[in-house]
């Protein structure tokens, strides 16, 4: 395999260079001096930020801009062959590297390398990971799955080389590529099933992830997860629980929340009260991901402190419970929620939220997904007071395997549910401008581009949130 060397520069071309996580990597080499060069299928916000700082990127992708003197080609998970660019650079004999295994040979260069892994809380919690290390004074370098305002963007630059903070993901076991040393696992559920088999391949996936790990590493898991020893059985790792359960070594008490469904807890440590704990954003489902990110801030001798101060700073990652603007008295929402969990935790947090109705705006990504989910999706979606569906969003796939949005329609009037079929972003913004009253809130649902429509109906016709 290629490998990277950070102190020689070379060419690197990246196919798909528009996807959060690539953007982020092509500015990372590009600011270390490599010459970076891309493509993608559209403009993008994180097109256009790239090509500002000088980086080429080509439209549409094609053979030709796989350029003479093209050292290796980096491409993302949705790039396979028959891409024009990848069988070019195939062809063309250059060395190619996926988005994951060019992200492991970077954290490779540092003696601490911190992978947040799991279904789901993946981005929030690297983010309050990367809070806490950044207020402890640790200068870690930073990869996250979303954007996050402190560090400017998804990824963040360390010359000191000692903590490497990043965002594991499983899909494609990418995260089989890296080289961790201390490993977070947050939960292990059923998903991304057009890849994985079933759960117990999803759960031996993971514990491939953790056996990655040196002896002596780190790993802090939860504690609600199913039959959680399997993970680490026979491996020479220090392990550290947190979550609900009684044994955890990690747990919550005394929890309240304020008006905006914000919670204070108490951290126990082992068994002793160490500190009181005020989040910075709202939900039931960010009191385990801050209590992963406090286990992770304490195995690096983190004082509470400094913990606690972060962690009330944090006020969460954009497409994570994002209020995007205000129109005509009522409050519109983003969320990257594409599991029935992840809608589940954002609902239940809403429901507590001060509003006078809220509607979800769901746009079900993946027709695999959604076909296998239907009934937990319509079940979640059941909680809000309304809700409005787009059309599926099929991200890589071709196959619709007989699945249509309208099923899911029908399975949310089976549960009595308000309902309406709003196939297109045209749909959902005149249904939104004509139903909307002061007080209700919108929330668009999911991993595809329904957060477009979200800051289309802000521009439009209201206030952005500042």
């Known amino acids: 395999m290629y490998q990277i060397d950070l102190k020689k520069p070379v060419h690197a071309h990246f196919i798909g260079i528009g996807g959060t996580s690539m953007s982020g990597l092509a500015e990372y080499l590009f600011d270390v001096g490599f010459r970076v060069s891309g493509s993608d299928s559209a403009h993008s916000k994180y097109t256009k930020h790239l090509e500002s700082l000088g980086i080429e990127i080509f439209y549409p992708q094609k053979a030709e801009n796989i350029q003479e003197g093209t050292d290796v080609v980096i491409f993302s998970a949705a790039i396979h062959p028959g891409n024009p660019e990848y069988d070019a650079a195939v062809e063309k004999g250059i060395p190619m590297l996926t988005r994951a295994e060019l992200l492991g040979q970077l954290m490779a260069f540092y003696q601490h390398a911190i992978n947040i892994s ?77 890849f994985f088999k079933d759960l117990d391949d999803i759960r031996h996936s993971f514990r491939k992830f953790v056996e990655l790990l040196p002896d002596g590493g780190n790993l802090i898991i939860g504690a609600d997860i199913d039959n959680y020893e399997y993970f680490y059985e026979g491996l020479n790792v220090n392990v550290l629980t947190f979550g609900k359960a009684a044994n955890a070594d990690y747990r919550a008490e005394n929890i309240v929340y304020d008006e905006f469904v914000r919670p204070a807890f108490d951290v126990i440590e082992k068994g002793v009260n160490i500190g009181r704990v005020q989040l910075g954003v709202p939900g039931e489902h960010n009191v385990m991901n801050a209590l992963a990110a406090i286990a992770a801030a304490r195995a690096y001798d983190i004082e509470m402190d400094v913990i606690k101060g972060a962690l009330l700073r944090y006020h969460g990652t954009q497409r994570r419970f994002d209020i995007r603007g205000h129109v005509n008295g009522f409050t519109v929402m983003d969320d990257y929620a594409h599991h029935p969990q992840e809608v589940d935790a954002v609902l239940k947090t809403l429901v507590k939220y001060p509003h006078h109705k809220l509607w979800a705006i769901q746009q079900p990504h993946t027709y695999s997904r959604t076909k296998l989910l239907m009934d937990d999706f319509a079940d979640v979606l059941s909680q809000a007071d309304a809700v409005l569906v787009l059309d599926i969003f099929p991200a890589r796939e071709t196959d619709d395997l007989g699945c249509h949005a309208t099923q899911l329609v029908e399975k949310l009037k089976e549960r009595g549910s308000e309902v309406y079929y709003t196939p297109t972003f045209d749909d959902v913004e005149k249904f939104v401008i004509e139903h909307g009253e002061e007080g209700d809130i919108f929330i668009t649902l999911g991993c595809g581009n329904a957060n477009i429509v979200a800051d289309r109906i802000v521009e439009r016709y209201g206030t952005k949130e500042s």
């Open 118 to 194: 799991g279904t789901h809380g993946k981005t929030t919690t690297t983010s309050m990971v990367t809070d806490i290390f950044l207020d402890a004074g640790l200068d870690p370098a930073i990869e996250i799955g979303g954007m996050l305002d402190d560090i400017g963007g998804n990824m963040r630059l360390s010359k000191k080389q000692d903590y490497f903070v990043a965002e594991a993901c499983e899909y494609t076991n990418s995260f089989l590529s890296f080289h961790p040393t201390c490993a977070i696992i947050l939960n292990v559920e059923a998903d991304h099933l057009d």
